[in-house]
C-alpha cells in the first residue's frame, strides 16, 4: 500500500514556539502539499512543492514556511505559534491520478 | 472566480434509506473531479476520479455521476459504516496541473 506518513497523531504546542511538522512519503511522487482543515473552511491550502527544494505558497502561508530537502520528505514550520493556528494539518502527495493525505495531525496552541 | 458548494452540510439517513450528495463547481477548464470519503480525526481517503461530464463510476453501495455544472455522488441501501464526511474536490486548468479546490464537505450519518 502506498502511503503518506505524519509523524505526530496529536501535538500540543506553546504561543510562540517553532513547530515542525514532518511528512514521508513512499511513493516517489514528484509533489507534495499542506492543507489545513477548519469546521465550515474545508481545506485550504498553505504550500505545495512541485521537487526537491522547489515550493509555492499556497493560499494561507502566512506564519508558515516549508522545507523540502529529499524528494520524499515535506516539512511544515510554524515559525512562532499562534491560537490561531490551532487545526488539523493534512499532508498530501500526488500524481496524475490524484491526491493520497496522510492521517492528519490535530495541533493546538495554547 | 472558482468555487466548489457542497450540499448538504449534513445527512441523517435511517440504514436503507437511499439518497444523494451533491458538489456543484464553477471552474475553468475542468480537468478533473474528486471524490473522498474523510473519517473524524483522519485524512481524506479516495474514492472516485471523473474526468468528463456523462462519466460514472461505482463502488460498493456508492456511485459518482457528473455533469458539466455539477457531480452527485449516490449512495444506495446505506449502513451505519458508510456514515463519513464526503469531500468534493475539482482540478482545473485555472489552478495548475496538480493543485485542487476542495467543497467544505457533508457530514453523513446513517441511523441503524
Known amino acids: 500500500d502506498v502511503k503518506v506518513t505524519q509523524s505526530s497523531r496529536y501535538l500540543v504546542k506553546r504561543t510562540g514556539e517553532k513547530v515542525f511538522l514532518e511528512c514521508v512519503q513512499d511513493?516517489?511522487?514528484?509533489?507534495m502539499f499542506w492543507y489545513r482543515q477548519d469546521p465550515g473552511l474545508g481545506l485550504r491550502l498553505i504550500y505545495f512543492?512541485?521537487?526537491?527544494?522547489?515550493?509555492e505558497k499556497g493560499d494561507i502561508p502566512e506564519g508558515y514556511s516549508v522545507s523540502r530537502e529529499k524528494k520524499e520528505r515535506f516539512s511544515l514550520i510554524l515559525e512562532s505559534a499562534s491560537t490561531n493556528q490551532t487545526s488539523m494539518y493534512l499532508c498530501a502527495s500526488s500524481s496524475l491520478l490524484g491526491y493520497t493525505f496522510g492521517s492528519g495531525t490535530r495541533l493546538t496552541v495554547v | 472566480e472558482d468555487q466548489v458548494t457542497q450540499s448538504p452540510e449534513a445527512l441523517r439517513l435511517q440504514e436503507g434509506e437511499s439518497s444523494s450528495l451533491n458538489c456543484s463547481y464553477t471552474?475553468?477548464?475542468?480537468?478533473?473531479l474528486f471524490w473522498y470519503r474523510q473519517d473524524p480525526g483522519k485524512g481524506p481517503e479516495f474514492l472516485f476520479t471523473l474526468y468528463s461530464a456523462g462519466e460514472e463510476k461505482e463502488k460498493e453501495r456508492l456511485k459518482a455521476t457528473l455533469t458539466k455544472k455539477e457531480s452527485f455522488l449516490h449512495i444506495t441501501a446505506p449502513k451505519p459504516e458508510d456514515s463519513a464526511t464526503y469531500l468534493c474536490a475539482v482540478q482545473a486548468s485555472s489552478t495548475g496541473t496538480y493543485k485542487y479546490i476542495f467543497g467544505t464537505g457533508t457530514r453523513l450519518k446513517v441511523l441503524a
Open positions: 471552474v475553468s477548464g475542468l480537468r478533473g
Open positions: 511513493m516517489d511522487h514528484e509533489n
Open positions: 512543492s512541485y521537487d526537491v527544494k522547489m515550493k
